[in-house]
């Protein structure tokens, strides 16, 4: 038998270069490509944020806000100080940086008028980094919500290190307080790349309340102009969107509220759909699997199939 090897053998002589002299006008076409009108090229612009530093921004973030969880450093009081001042210091280094490019990059592409980027950029760092005793408070709380809200659940460290909802509700609490200081591009970088790692979508801009529980999760999809209540269970597959959208020169011509509001203790069970800036579920509902909901619900309603195909609500504590 023939060993095919020797058919193919690795060592033939070939003109390499014969191919390598194509490639100048292939690279020609490429260049010519980027610069038509009708594509996207970031060329002659200010440099963009580094989408790689801001993911380490999340995981110095997250080590940060969860002390000896995620690090390689083994924790003690006597070395807790030193520990957390060099992630904060290397943090403040990273953000400051990555601000000062968003603000410029936003500065330049839409003829802004000059705000003195870099020290508008140390400025936001070190307001954000201010915020993260409130950020720790919160995401206990939401800890506390998967240990109360999951009856799997075993102790705080199994979700700390591997809910998928609670790490999607840190990098939403973390993009929404850049959000608020009007910081352009990291919010939603952050909250896609969580969307990529957990299949969780939360848009930075949505407000949502206190003890958040987030089950399973994939699937999720939470609109910018969302607000939550506290207290709300959310299950996999829901999305809390809005009603179909035209748009003009970019710009929306409906109304700024474009989704929906979920009042406080409510259950939103997998795969229901609730759509419209107008629409409110009540405080103390719970709306079913696989629901369809472009209108309000009254407090204390159980919402069905069933029930929205009678539109009739069911009474979720009579008296």
């Given at each position: 038998?023939?060993?095919?090897?020797?058919?193919?053998?690795?060592?033939?002589?070939?003109?390499?270069?014969?191919?390598?002299?194509?490639?100048?006008?292939?690279?020609?076409?490429?260049?010519?490509?980027?610069?038509?009108?009708?594509?996207?090229?970031?060329?002659?612009?200010?440099?963009?944020?580094?989408?790689?530093?801001?993911?380490?921004?999340?995981?110095?973030?997250?080590?940060?806000?969860?002390?000896?969880?995620?690090?390689?450093?083994?924790?003690?009081?006597?070395?807790?100080?030193?520990?957390?001042?060099?992630?904060?210091?290397?943090?403040?280094q990273i953000m400051s940086k990555q601000i000062y490019r968003s603000i410029?990059?936003?500065?330049?592409?839409?003829?802004?008028?000059?705000?003195?980027?870099?020290?508008?950029?140390?400025?936001?760092?070190?307001?954000?980094?201010?915020?993260?005793?409130?950020?720790?408070?919160?995401?206990?709380?939401?800890?506390?919500?998967?240990?109360?809200?999951?009856?799997?659940?075993?102790?705080?460290?199994?979700?700390?290190?591997?809910?998928?909802?609670?790490?999607?509700?840190?990098?939403?609490?973390?993009?929404?307080?850049?959000?608020?200081?009007?910081?352009?591009?990291?919010?939603?970088?952050?909250?896609?790349?969580?969307?990529?790692?957990?299949?969780?979508?939360?848009?930075?801009?949505?407000?949502?309340?206190?003890?958040?529980?987030?089950?399973?999760?994939?699937?999720?999809?939470?609109?910018?102009?969302?607000?939550?209540?506290?207290?709300?269970?959310?299950?996999?597959?829901?999305?809390?969107?809005?009603?179909?959208?035209?748009?003009?020169?970019?710009?929306?011509?409906?109304?700024?509220?474009?989704?929906?509001?979920?009042?406080?203790?409510?259950?939103?069970?997998?795969?229901?759909?609730?759509?419209?800036?107008?629409?409110?579920?009540?405080?103390?509902?719970?709306?079913?699997?696989?629901?369809?909901?472009?209108?309000?619900?009254?407090?204390?309603?159980?919402?069905?199939?069933?029930?929205?195909?009678?539109?009739?609500?069911?009474?979720?504590?009579?008296?």
């Open positions: 038998m023939v060993d095919k090897r020797d058919k193919c053998p690795d060592d033939i002589p070939v003109n390499k270069s014969r191919h390598m002299n194509k490639l100048p006008e292939l690279i020609n076409n490429i260049v010519l490509s980027c610069t038509e009108e009708d594509t996207y090229a970031h060329i002659d612009l200010a440099m963009i944020p580094s989408r790689n530093k801001i993911i380490e921004s999340l995981e110095l973030l997250r080590d940060i806000i969860f002390p000896g969880y995620f690090g390689n450093q083994e924790l003690f009081s006597c070395n807790l100080q030193y520990h957390l001042g060099e992630e904060v210091t290397s943090l403040f410029k990059h936003d500065c330049l592409r839409y003829d802004r008028e000059c705000v003195n980027c870099v020290e508008e950029g140390l400025k936001i760092a070190l307001t954000f980094i201010s915020k993260l005793p409130v950020l720790q408070k919160l995401l206990s709380d939401d800890v506390r919500a998967a240990l109360n809200g999951d009856p799997a659940a075993k102790s705080p460290d199994e979700i700390i290190f591997a809910y998928p909802g609670l790490y999607a509700i840190m990098v939403y609490r973390i993009a929404h307080q850049l959000y608020l200081l009007d910081v352009p591009l990291i919010p939603r970088i952050m909250t896609e790349y969580a969307h990529s790692v957990t299949g969780i979508d939360i848009h930075p801009g949505a407000t949502i309340g206190n003890y958040l529980f987030i089950d399973h999760g994939t699937g999720i999809v939470i609109g910018e102009t969302t607000v939550i209540g506290n207290r709300v269970k959310i299950y996999q597959g829901v999305t809390l969107g809005a009603l179909s959208i035209k748009k003009s020169n970019h710009k929306s011509e409906l109304p700024g509220k474009r989704h929906p509001t979920i009042e406080d203790d409510v259950i939103l069970y997998s795969n229901c759909t609730i759509l419209g800036g107008e629409t409110t579920i009540g405080t103390n509902s719970v709306i079913g699997g696989n629901v369809w909901v472009t209108e309000s619900v009254p407090p204390e309603s159980i919402v069905t199939t069933e029930s929205t195909s009678k539109r009739k609500y069911k009474t979720r504590n009579p008296k």
